[in-house]
């Protein structure tokens, strides 16, 4: 079974400067898709950025990019210039094409506080 | 885009008895919906995978006799708890995909249960 692993279960950032949230995973799949969530107090799942396991580029939302190494199974995130609204606990997940099964996959999260 | 709404969110029950949360797709047709339980800062478990028009698919450890799911349309499950104990109590969340394997999820705003 696939695995989603982050390492870090609490970050801090300074309000408009850069962080990065780590995400390593585990498949010996070839096809798959990466997602990054960002869960707020509010408890709502946001989908902050998606990355297709076959694109080598990395995918980019305005202030939020993805650092995808496919060999190496990592899939960090890099929040730019963050801001007080960025603050929420961040899921990294994988979705398997297997036709067996439609599930995501999550990891354990990482909280994110931005301080003013 | 996809809207996923989900109700109630908030409920508190006494022992014994059963609570009903609905999980509907507002704007698109879901023939898998996921149901996820989630405890506080961790990450969200996946108990059961709901197919409209045929039996949930349970995840290991979740008793199905408890947490009965029914999918009977395109747009709607639901998931019941029967005899509610405490310890049920959680954070319930459910979320569909648009049936391609590279959609992202989308997420209700999850169910609060309190069992007294």
């Known amino acids: 079974a696939q695995t989603v692993t982050q390492s870090q279960p609490e970050m801090s950032v300074q309000e408009a400067e850069t962080v990065t949230l780590s995400c390593t995973y585990d498949?010996?799949?070839?096809?798959?898709?990466l997602f990054w969530y960002k869960q707020p107090p509010s408890r709502q799942m946001i989908l902050v950025i998606r990355?297709?396991?076959?694109?080598?580029q990395n995918a980019t939302e305005n202030r939020f990019s993805v650092n995808f190494q496919k060999a190496a199974k990592s899939f960090s995130l890099k929040i730019s210039d963050s801001q007080l609204g960025d603050a929420a606990m961040y899921f990294c997940?994988?979705?398997?094409?297997?036709?067996?099964?439609?599930?995501?996959?999550f990891g354990t999260g990482t909280s994110l506080t931005v301080i003013p | 885009g996809a809207v996923v709404s989900q109700h109630p969110s908030r409920v508190i029950c006494k022992s014994g008895t059963s609570v009903k949360i609905e999980c509907r797709s507002l704007?698109?047709?879901?023939?898998?919906m996921f149901w996820y339980r989630q405890f506080p800062k961790k990450s969200l478990m996946l108990m059961a995978t709901?197919?409209?028009?045929?039996?949930?698919?349970?995840e290991q450890g979740v008793e199905k006799d408890k947490f009965l799911i029914n999918h009977a349309s395109l747009t709607l499950s639901t998931l019941t708890v029967t005899s509610a104990h405490p310890e049920d109590s959680s954070f319930y969340i459910c979320?569909?995909?648009?049936?391609?394997?590279?959609?992202?999820?989308?997420f209700g705003n999850g169910t609060r249960l309190t069992v007294t």
């Open positions: 704007d698109f047709q879901a023939t898998t």
């Open positions: 990355q297709e396991a076959y694109k080598q």
């Open positions: 979320s569909a995909g648009q049936g391609l394997w590279n959609s992202p999820l989308h």
């Open positions: 709901s197919n409209e028009g045929s039996k949930a698919t349970y």
């Open positions: 997940a994988y979705r398997t094409k297997s036709n067996t099964g439609n599930q995501f996959y």
């Open positions: 498949t010996s799949e070839s096809d798959y898709y």
